[in-house]
């Protein structure tokens, strides 16, 4: 069964930047679309972006789009977000999930295979 375990979050100041990593074990994850999704308590979790399979499709919300960078290396098991110029209103904590609908405008959040477990970001002065 596919397990995600994402990495990378924390503090950091406004305009900084993190890497967050979503690496998967006990099955490959190439043949897998793959989402970010991030959530502040009391809020809906709101899809962040998405890669297809072979990495030629990615997609982004509006609210990222031009700061944040979706990537994979499959050889490595492994799904990335580049995250650039954070601000305050990013902080949350970020889910990756192996999904089962292509990547587009829509974020599926009920239709999910497997969830990480989630790792926090902050961004604060």
């Known amino acids: 069964q596919l397990q995600l375990v994402e990495s990378g979050g924390g503090l950091v100041q406004p305009g900084g930047s993190l890497r967050l990593s979503c690496a998967a074990s006990?099955?490959?994850?190439?043949?897998?679309?793959v989402a970010w999704f991030r959530q502040v308590p009391g809020q809906a979790r709101e899809g962040v972006s998405c890669?297809?399979?072979?990495?030629?499709?990615?997609t982004y919300a509006d609210s990222v789009k031009g700061r944040f960078t979706i990537s994979r290396d499959n050889a490595k098991n492994t799904v990335y977000l580049q995250m650039n110029s954070l601000k305050p209103e990013d902080t949350a904590v970020y889910y990756c999930?192996?999904?089962?609908?292509?990547?587009?405008?829509?974020?599926?959040?009920?239709?999910?295979?497997?969830w990480g477990q989630g790792t926090q970001v902050t961004v604060s002065s």
């Open positions: 006990g099955s490959p994850l190439d043949r897998k679309v």
């Open positions: 890669i297809s399979s072979n990495g030629g499709r990615t």
């Open positions: 999930a192996a999904v089962r609908w292509s990547c587009g405008s829509v974020y599926y959040v009920n239709s999910v295979d497997y």
